[in-house]
C-alpha cells in the first residue's frame, strides 16, 4: 500500500491534521460514503480506523488527527513509503436516496467524515444544507470542496476567527425552527453529537451519527467498539458505525471511549522521548 502523498493541512493550537493519499485499487472501487478502512502503519502497531474522505482513480484520501502513538505514527510516513496494511472498505454504507431537505452537521475532524455523504446526498436529489465548525479558523478545512457539492454552507468557528461564531448546534437549532428539515446527518466529537441528537429529538427529526467509537480488529469478533443502542448491544464496526442519534447509550460510550486516556498520553510521552533522543 503505497503512501501517493503525507502532509498537515493544520497545524496549531497543539492539533495536527493530516491527510494521506494511498494507492489501493481495490478498495477505491468498492468504497461508499459512510464507510472506512483500518490503516497500520507497521507490522507492531495499532490498527487506526479512517472514513475515505474520497475514492477515485485507484487512490483513497483519509485525514487523521494526531491523537495517540499510532496516528502520530501515521503523520511521519514520508510520500512514497509503504504501509503495513491498509483493510476495507468496513461498516455499512450510508442509506442514500431522496430524503427531502437534509441537514449535515461536522464538528472538528468529523468535516472529513461528513464530505462525500454530503456530496452523495445531493446526488440523490435532497436539498442539502451543511454547518462546518472548529475550534478556529486554521482548523477548517474541506470548505471550498463542499461549496460547490450542496445548496447552502454554513461555516461557524468557537473563537469567531472564520464564519458565525457559536457552535454547530446552535445553527442546526435555527434551522429546524424554519421547519420542513427531514434527516439530520452529524459528525464529531461525541458531544457534539450527542447534542445534536438532543437538539433534534423534540422536533422527531431522525438523527443518523457515525460513531468513533475504540476499535482493535474492525469486524465483530474482539467486541471492542461495542456500543449500547435501544438498550441492545451493537459493534459500530460491522453494525455500523451510523446509528439513530437519539438511541445512543451516550454516557456509557464517553466512559469507554475515555478507558484508555491515561495510557494513551504515557505512551505519547515515551514516543516523544525516543525521537528527542
Known amino acids: 500500500m503505497k503512501v501517493i502523498k503525507n502532509e498537515y493541512i493544520a497545524d496549531t ?80 454504507a450510508t442509506e442514500m436516496k431522496n430524503y427531502g431537505k437534509v441537514v449535515v452537521v461536522g464538528g472538528g475532524v468529523g468535516i472529513a467524515e461528513i464530505y462525500p455523504v454530503a456530496k452523495k446526498l445531493k446526488l440523490s436529489g435532497n436539498t442539502v444544507e451543511v454547518i462546518v465548525g472548529a475550534r478556529n479558523k486554521d482548523l477548517l478545512f ?70 468513533n467509537t475504540l476499535m482493535l480488529d474492525a469486524t465483530g469478533m474482539c467486541g471492542v467498539c461495542r456500543v449500547t443502542i435501544d438498550g441492545k448491544v451493537k459493534f459500530a464496526c460491522v453494525d455500523g458505525p451510523e446509528f439513530d442519534a437519539h438511541l445512543v447509550d451516550w454516557s456509557e460510550l464517553g466512559k469507554r471511549n475515555r478507558m484508555y486516556i491515561d495510557k494513551e498520553k504515557h505512551i505519547c510521552n515515551i514516543m516523544k522521548a525516543t525521537v528527542s533522543a
Open 13 to 92: 493550537q497543539n492539533i495536527r491534521l493530516g491527510k494521506i493519499v494511498i494507492s489501493a485499487p481495490e478498495i477505491a472501487r468498492k468504497a461508499q460514503p459512510g464507510q472506512f478502512v483500518v490503516v497500520m502503519v507497521k507490522e507492531e502497531g495499532e490498527r487506526i480506523p479512517l472514513t475515505v474522505v474520497d475514492a477515485s482513480d485507484g487512490k483513497i484520501t483519509l485525514i487523521y488527527q494526531e491523537a495517540g502513538f499510532s496516528t502520530r505514527l501515521l503523520g511521519t510516513v514520508k510520500t512514497g513509503a509503504d504501509l503495513y496494511a491498509v483493510a476495507g472498505p468496513l461498516g455499512h
Open 142 to 211: 474541506l470548505t471550498e470542496e463542499l461549496k460547490p457539492c450542496v445548496d447552502v454552507l454554513h461555516i461557524c468557528t468557537d473563537d469567531g476567527t472564520a464564519g458565525r461564531k457559536g457552535f454547530t448546534t446552535d445553527i442546526l437549532k435555527e434551522l429546524l425552527d424554519k421547519g420542513d428539515v427531514n434527516l439530520v446527518y452529524a459528525v464529531g466529537p461525541l458531544p457534539m453529537m450527542q447534542r445534536a441528537g438532543d437538539v433534534t429529538k423534540p422536533y422527531n427529526v431522525k438523527t443518523l451519527v457515525s460513531l
